[in-house]
Nanobody, 122 residues
Framework: LQLVESGGGLVQPGEFLRLSCSASGFTLADYAIGWFRQAPGKEREGVSC????????NYADSVKGRFTISRDNTKNTIYLQMNSLQPEDTAVYYC????????????????WGQGTQVTVSS
């Protein structure tokens, strides 16, 4: 079972990035997916989550209205569209999969990717 994130990088404030999370070795459609981030010296926090079907999503207040989570189960891939990025969004972003309900509690997730760095700086 493997999750691989991609799409991170260095952008200026106000710009956008789209992160992808690809799965191999299992069928992503069987899992709810969460995006998390961890900034230096801070705890890992939930950013967004999506149910296995994609019918319901949830967002942290800090990203609501700027980030959009989506999934394409035919491609076994999850996306996180991040618009209007701000310096406080700088972190390593992780995707994770759970057979439980969609939530933003890191300990509820069984499978994790290695993370992708997002840096927002002028």
């Amino acid at each position: 079972l493997q999750l691989v994130e991609s799409g991170g990088g260095l952008v200026q404030p106000g710009e956008f990035l789209r992160l992808s999370c690809s799965a191999s070795g299992f069928t992503l459609a069987d899992y709810a997916i969460g995006w998390f981030r961890q900034a230096p010296g801070k705890e890992r926090e939930g950013v967004s989550c999506i149910t296995s079907s994609g019918g319901r999503t949830n967002y942290a207040d800090s990203v609501k209205g700027r980030f959009t989570i989506s999934r394409d189960n035919t491609k076994n891939t999850i996306y996180l569209q991040m618009n209007s990025l701000q310096p406080e969004d700088t972190a390593v972003y992780y995707c994770a999969a759970t057979r439980s309900f969609a939530n933003m509690v890191p300990s509820m997730y069984e499978h994790w990717g290695q993370g992708t760095q997002v840096t927002v700086s002028s």
